[in-house]
């Protein structure tokens, strides 16, 4: 792990990364040394800078720590973490402030092969997303909504948890995007005001138009999803992974466009 | 700083504090080397403990490193900061886990004398509470809304600044709770859906209830405080703090009855 670019175990413990999750992160695949969807983790990460006021980190030195943590890597997954850096008791902010960054490699999940070959089930999560349009679609480190409905089961049969929202709208996965296809054309939740914007739900919804293929990013109930033709998750570990199943309701697999996951694939 | 119960300013980078916002804190007042209100402060632990699905803290540990830290120390602040401790890459909590607990102090805050003598000044933040019937009252270590709440602005003439929900309910303080009083009545938001339950809250409301003033947990709106004859905000460090002033509206002081505020500065 690299603190600041250099060899360390520990942080300070008056990070309020630490106090009260002030900061940011991002999750990316490393293929052969390099991370991937590089520029797509950086435009969501400046995101998230914006909102959260924080200044800007240095893009070509955060890559060239990132290139020589990962070097040599065969498959692997690269956790950026960015926080506001130390500063007193309190929420108020310093200013200004003297944020930390912190590069971890971490070993390539198992993904079980029959997620892809023979779908996933589902399960539906009684923890709910709560609603903020100003923290929306970023990734934050307030994450225990998600820790907290990825706490719900155990059982290694279902492979995710859908997470609606106060409104019975379905946002997405406890750690993962949401598409449904019907009747040709693809759907996907509205994240203005919960959720967080994936790299590789953007990656979809860019490669669907190149397509033809149209894409509603919409308000979507269970009822939206029982409709449904089929269903796929996206994360930028997964990729796209079909839905065998939630609750009652099995789905055909297969009717993912073979284009869009190769143009995925390629990608990721 | 104590880690654990050991000196230390560090941590490890691989908490899930740090990573998810996966813990808890209180903030206790100290004084003469006491923490005040711990009973209380740590039955809000335990229903975030319980909420989290963490395993209890040892409660005797806890004061008696507590206890240690705040020998000598005529007045000051005492953070306690639970966490579920390390855990790997990904939201689901390690089971079993090994929480780890911090415990700093901290010089007291100045708090201007007149904010008791004259009243504090309130802003309306534009940043809202989002709503989690499953994390309301609990103290978890996910604050980026009162961060960015209390970023928004540097007036040192204000003191607080007011935080609504989505639906302009008004919820509390960025970093306090809320009263109003009228018609004889006194009135605080309910926090069944957002916001925390402070300790001070809790006792003004049971201190109420010995002085046979009437209290309403109650849906309160801009318009609810405007109408108010006087408004006040309570946290650990605060006490009873009178509002003078919340937008063009000034407020009359001194209604706060003395017996009110007497038995609250006698428990804190």
Request: some cysteine; aromatic content about 6%; overall charge negative.
């Given at each position: 792990m690299?603190l600041?670019?250099?060899?360390n175990?520990n942080?300070?413990?008056t990070?309020?990364g630490l106090?009260?999750?002030?900061?940011l992160?991002?999750?990316?695949a490393?293929?052969?040394g390099r991370p991937?969807l590089?520029?797509?983790?950086?435009?969501?990460l400046a995101r998230?800078e914006a909102?959260?006021?924080l200044?800007?980190?240095?893009r070509?030195?955060?890559?060239?720590?990132a290139?020589?943590?990962c070097?040599?890597c065969?498959q692997?997954?690269?956790?950026?973490l960015?926080t506001?850096?130390s500063g007193?008791r309190g929420?108020r902010p310093?200013?200004?402030?003297?944020?930390?960054r912190?590069l971890?490699l971490h070993p390539?999940?198992?993904i079980?092969a029959?997620w892809?070959?023979?779908?996933?089930r589902?399960?539906?999560?009684?923890m709910?997303?709560?609603?903020?349009?100003k923290?929306?679609?970023l990734?934050h480190l307030?994450?225990?909504?998600?820790?907290?409905?990825r706490?719900?089961?155990d059982?290694?049969?279902i492979?995710?948890?859908?997470?609606?929202?106060?409104?019975?709208?379905?946002?997405?996965?406890?750690?993962?995007?949401l598409f449904l296809l019907?009747?040709?054309?693809?759907?996907?939740?509205d994240?203005?005001?919960?959720?967080i914007?994936g790299?590789?739900?953007?990656?979809?919804?860019?490669?669907?138009a190149?397509?033809d293929l149209?894409v509603?990013?919409?308000t979507?109930?269970l009822d939206?999803?029982?409709?449904?033709?089929?269903?796929?998750?996206?994360?930028?570990?997964?990729?796209?992974?079909?839905?065998s199943?939630?609750a009652d309701?099995?789905?055909?697999?297969?009717q993912?466009?073979?284009?869009l996951?190769e143009?995925v694939?390629?990608?990721?």
């Amino acid at each position: 792990m690299l603190l600041n670019g250099i060899p360390n175990d520990n942080i300070p413990l008056t990070d309020r990364g630490l106090h009260y999750g002030d900061g940011l992160f991002e999750t990316l695949a490393v293929v052969k040394g390099r991370p991937q969807l590089w520029d797509r983790h950086m435009a969501r990460l400046a995101r998230g800078e914006a909102a959260l006021h924080l200044p800007s980190m240095d893009r070509s030195r955060l890559l060239l720590e990132a290139e020589s943590l990962c070097e040599g890597c065969e498959q692997g997954v690269l956790k950026i973490l960015v926080t506001r850096g130390s500063g007193g008791r309190g929420y108020r902010p310093p200013v200004p402030c003297d944020p930390r960054r912190i590069l971890s490699l971490h070993p390539w999940p198992e993904i079980p092969a029959t997620w892809y070959s023979d779908g996933i089930r589902l399960r539906v999560c009684d923890m709910r997303w709560s609603r903020n349009p100003k923290l929306a679609g970023l990734k934050h480190l307030n994450r225990l909504e998600q820790v907290l409905a990825r706490q719900e089961w155990d059982d290694p049969g279902i492979g995710e948890g859908l997470m609606l929202d106060e409104f019975n709208s379905v946002i997405s996965g406890t750690q993962s995007n949401l598409f449904l296809l019907r009747s040709g054309r693809l759907q996907t939740p509205d994240l203005s005001y919960s959720g967080i914007a994936g790299t590789v739900r953007e990656l979809v919804i860019e490669c669907a138009a190149g397509l033809d293929l149209p894409v509603d990013i919409t308000t979507l109930t269970l009822d939206d999803l029982m409709a449904a033709d089929s269903l796929f998750m996206t994360n930028s570990l997964w990729g796209v992974c079909p839905v065998s199943r939630l609750a009652d309701t099995d789905y055909a697999l297969g009717q993912i466009p073979t284009r869009l996951r190769e143009a995925v694939a390629a990608a990721v």
